[in-house]
């Protein structure tokens, strides 16, 4: 069973439409989170939940909105696609503890390449 | 402020030869976790290591080590006997128990094993 899944791997796709990049993840945590890596390889953070509840929300353009149903999903919404979009998403999960932190458990990531 | 910073942007090593990747953080947090991820050419990130702020102890795992020293705020990765299978980029990255919710990456070292 994959811990962290997240559909579609590739995506293609013309500027301006609106796409959705869905995530799920059957550890039980109560953290996911959205990363972007450019092409010079940068992880940078977009959205934090902590159980369904929006923790981070970083500079990202309001064209982005991350949709928790519930503690085990968090899909991304992109809405009117521009090129400098094309990236790696990678989503995450974590458990935070009182007395631990766990290591994020990573979705294999979705190429984004916007034409 | 970069919270991680990883200086080495990229190294070549022939192969069986041992490198060091070096991780320096900063955190004013007295509890806190430093990971390192690996990111092989197929793009997926692989989790290595956890390590918390009170545990010092440097670990080592077949041909990998770590060395965490609070002193210096340094969290290095070595590889001994490297093989063309390490050839990856390597993250470090930190989480904090109580300031903000996410993990803070480096940018990422990348290393090619050269047979």
């Known amino acids: 069973d994959t811990a962290v899944s997240q559909t579609p791997k590739y995506l293609v796709t013309q500027m301006g439409n609106d796409k959705s990049i869905k995530c799920e993840q059957n550890l039980g945590h109560d953290t996911m989170y959205w990363y972007k890596q450019d092409s010079k390889k940068f992880l940078k953070i977009m959205f934090s939940?902590?159980?369904?509840?929006?923790?981070i929300n970083e500079t990202v353009p309001n064209r982005f909105s991350p949709k928790s149903p519930d503690k085990a999903h968090l899909n991304l919404h992109i809405n009117s696609l521009e090129l400098g979009d094309s990236a790696v998403y990678f989503c995450?999960?974590?458990?935070?503890?009182?007395?631990?932190?766990?290591?994020?458990?990573f979705g294999q990531g979705t190429r984004l390449t916007v034409v | 402020a970069q919270k991680v910073t990883q200086a080495q942007t990229e190294i070549s090593v022939v192969e069986k030869e041992d490198v060091t990747l070096d991780c320096v953080y900063e955190t004013r947090d007295t509890t806190y976790y430093l990971f390192w991820y690996k990111q092989p050419p197929s793009g997926e990130l692989v989790f290595l290591i956890r390590r918390n702020s009170f545990d010092e102890q440097n670990e080592i795992s077949g041909r990998y080590s770590w060395n965490f020293q609070k002193s210096t705020s340094s969290f290095n990765f070595t590889i001994t006997a490297s093989q063309v299978v390490d050839s990856a980029v390597y993250f470090c990255?930190?989480?904090?128990?109580?300031?903000?919710?996410?993990?803070?990456f480096g940018t990422g070292t990348s290393l090619t094993v050269i047979p």
């Open positions: 939940y902590n159980n369904k509840e929006l923790i």
């Open positions: 990255a930190l989480s904090e128990e109580f300031s903000g919710n996410q993990f803070y």
């Open positions: 995450a999960s974590s458990q935070r503890g009182q007395t631990f932190n766990t290591e994020a458990f």
